[in-house]
């Protein structure tokens, strides 16, 4: 059985930093790209990073281009994301997702929250 | 940035009934599409990729169609469980976009 697991997320102050983490089981980790996708309370899905299987091609929304850095440990069948300078708007459900083919968001964890508040 | 445009952005339905959705894209993107049912306090559901191509294990009533710009998403008749809201995703280009979303309810 496929399962992706978040954890990392918590309450912190704007300007402060989180990593958070995803774990997968179930599949070939090390050939599946993956991404992170948010989803602030009560609004839509916003695509936020995407990471190449071999970490070659890493991509970012505009949102957190320059703060978030997206990385992958295919020892550990783990996926990161390091987020810096936390804004309040940074407020949301995160999401890591296992991308199978072209507009194949497949697998998806159950999400981890981040509440930046001062 | 592709924009992707859902509508409507709600609908009222009665289970038996067919609905579609509609998602247009701000420019073209092949067919290089896909549809998820979220429903409340869950992850979202991959029902459609590549436009058309029904995602294992996803009842046979989803279907998708469309390429280009424009793009549907028709559940043949409505059930219960289908009552959820619905987004289209584009990763034709990067960075990958989602509709608003569709919230589908009961009538």
Redesign the interface.
């Known amino acids: 059985e496929v399962q992706l697991v978040e954890s990392g997320g918590g309450l912190v102050q704007p300007g402060d930093s989180l990593r958070l983490s995803c774990v997968a089981s179930g599949f070939t980790f090390s050939s599946s790209p993956m991404?992170w996708?948010r989803q602030a309370p009560g609004k839509?899905?916003?695509?936020i990073s995407?990471l190449s299987s071999s970490s070659s091609t890493e991509?970012?929304?505009?949102s957190v281009e320059g703060r978030f850095t997206i990385s992958r440990d295919n020892a550990r069948n783990s996926l990161y994301l390091q987020m810096n300078s936390l804004r309040v708007e940074d407020t949301a459900l995160y999401?890591c997702a296992r991308?199978?083919?072209?507009?194949?968001?497949?697998h998806?964890?159950?999400?981890t929250l981040v509440t930046v508040t001062s | 940035?592709i924009q992707m445009t859902q509508s409507p952005s709600s609908l009222s339905a009665s289970v038996g009934d067919r609905v579609t959705i509609t998602c247009r894209a701000s420019q073209g993107i092949r067919s290089?599409?896909?549809w998820?049912q979220?429903k409340p306090g869950k992850?979202?559901?991959?029902l459609i990729?590549?436009?058309s191509t029904l995602?294992s294990g996803v009842p046979s009533r989803f279907s998708g169609s469309g390429s280009g710009t424009e793009f549907t998403l028709t559940i043949s008749s409505l059930q219960p469980e289908d009552f959820a809201t619905y987004?289209c995703?584009?990763?034709?280009s990067?960075?990958?976009?989602?509709?608003?979303?569709t919230k589908v309810e009961i009538k």
């Open positions: 991404n996708v839509g899905l916003e695509w995407y991509k970012y929304a505009e999401y991308r199978a083919k072209i507009a194949a968001l497949d998806w964890g159950q999400g | 940035a290089d599409l896909g998820y979220q992850a979202p559901n991959l990729y590549a436009a995602q987004y995703q584009q990763d034709y990067y960075p990958v976009t989602f509709g608003q979303g």
